[in-house]
């Protein structure tokens, strides 16, 4: 048996997942698992003469996670910003005709191939900023084909580049044109022909729905997460976004992993979460770019014990933002989250909020899943926003950046 390469990282600061370690930390990978992590002065002769030094002084914290995107899709609508400048609602837009369809109808006449292109420079900021787990929605394609397309879209983009990818069928993302009078019987095809074929390729670590006015009902999400559960996906849902309809609340009672945007969450949401064990993911790209005023409920999560996630909601309307950093720093400065609480964020309650406890910490036995950050304190990287601070990226024990 051979016996996994050691390396060793030295006089690290270290944030965890949970919390700030300011005393000279030293960090021991063995092949693709953290072996060990102690304070500097307990670091042997032994365990330097067997491993390979790689690093010495900065911050390390786990990889980020980026537990809400929606990275894969065609076109672009910086018509729309403009028309927001002008004074059109979110809402307005969405009904004549412009937001989420907009972006179905260049997503539906692209090919595999150009889904991919267009997607790998989004990808790619990710991973420069630190980001070594990352969720891929669909929900842009609307028709089985599409949405499938989409997912095997977002499973080759994990194949190809050093990140793991979690997959998301969106299909509850909007009505579709060809739907329009009859939602319900879009709601017949998600539960029983999308879920199913999506299951039988292997495409779905999960599925979402968009429970909103200007999409889903409470009772027609409960039916795509029944269909769900028959095939044993778990769910998430995007709640509470732009008015407070309850689906949170549904959401919990199915045992979600998370509830994302929840703005408009009440005291009965944030109970229905915490006694379900749901993440909160909020979602401040999307708050900045819309110029929402609403914000979401963070002390009564933080008194709760709502684990509180935080994202880019990477996409092409509400929230084109593709540095996780930045993100960071829009959940201090809009919602009020302390640094550390931001960082937990984006590190071991993002894991959570995609079903994968084990990642976004530093711990032994963890997966070897890390960065190196040229700054001084964990709070730095919540602080300021200013890129190329990341000097090493570590992923299953691989350095793939510095």
């Known amino acids: ?6 390396q060793v990282w030295r006089d690290m600061t270290l944030f965890d997942g949970h919390r700030t370690m300011t005393e000279p930390m030293a960090v021991v990978i063995a092949g693709s698992t953290i072996e060990a992590i102690y304070p500097e002065a307990e670091l042997d002769a032994r365990t330097l003469d067997e491993a390979s030094e790689q690093g010495r002084g900065g911050v390390m914290t786990p990889g980020l996670i980026d537990c809400h995107t929606h990275l894969v899709f065609g076109g672009q609508r910086a018509g729309e910003f403009e028309m927001r400048l002008e004074g059109a609602s979110y809402t307005e837009i969405a009904n004549a005709g412009g937001g989420i369809l907009s972006t179905v109808y260049a997503t539906r006449a692209a090919s595999e191939n150009e889904l991919f292109e267009r997607a790998t420079p989004r990808l790619q ?3 420069d900023d630190g980001v070594t787990t990352v969720e891929i929605k669909s929900g842009y394609g609307l028709t089985v084909a599409d949405e499938l397309k989409m997912l095997r879209v977002a499973r080759h983009l994990g194949q190809r580049f050093p990140i793991h990818v979690t997959t998301t069928l969106l299909g509850a993302h909007a009505i579709p044109p060809e739907y329009k009078n009859d939602s319900d019987a879009y709601i017949d095809l998600i539960c029983q022909q999308m879920i199913p074929a999506a299951v039988a390729e292997g495409l779905a670590d999960a599925v979402d729905v968009f429970c909103e006015t200007i999409a889903f009902s409470v009772a027609q999400c409960e039916r795509v997460f029944e269909a769900a559960a028959a095939h044993g996906l778990p769910i998430k849902a995007h709640a509470e976004q ?7 609340a549904a959401a919990a009672r199915f045992g979600a992993l998370s509830a994302d945007h929840i703005e408009y969450l009440d005291a009965t949401g944030v109970a229905a979460l915490r006694d379900a064990g749901s993440a909160a993911v909020l979602l401040p790209g999307a708050f900045y770019t819309l110029a929402e005023t609403q914000k979401p409920p963070v002390e009564t999560l933080r008194q709760a014990g709502v684990p509180m996630s935080l994202a880019t909601d990477a996409n092409p309307g509400s929230s084109p933002l593709f540095m996780p950093t930045l993100m960071l720093n829009l959940g201090c400065t809009l919602f009020r989250l302390t640094p550390q609480e931001a960082l937990a964020g984006m590190t071991s309650n993002a894991a959570g909020a995609l079903g994968h406890p084990e990642l976004g910490q530093l711990a ?3 997966p070897a899943d890390l960065c190196v950050w040229n700054v001084e304190t964990p709070a730095e990287l919540a602080y300021a926003v200013q890129p190329n601070r990341l000097h090493q990226r570590v992923i299953a024990g691989e350095i793939t950046h510095g």
């Open 1 to 6: 048996m051979t016996t996994p390469h050691r």
């Open 364 to 366: 032994a036995g963890a």
């Open 125 to 127: 900021a990710l991973i």
């Open 242 to 248: 732009l008015s407070n309809l309850g689906g949170t």
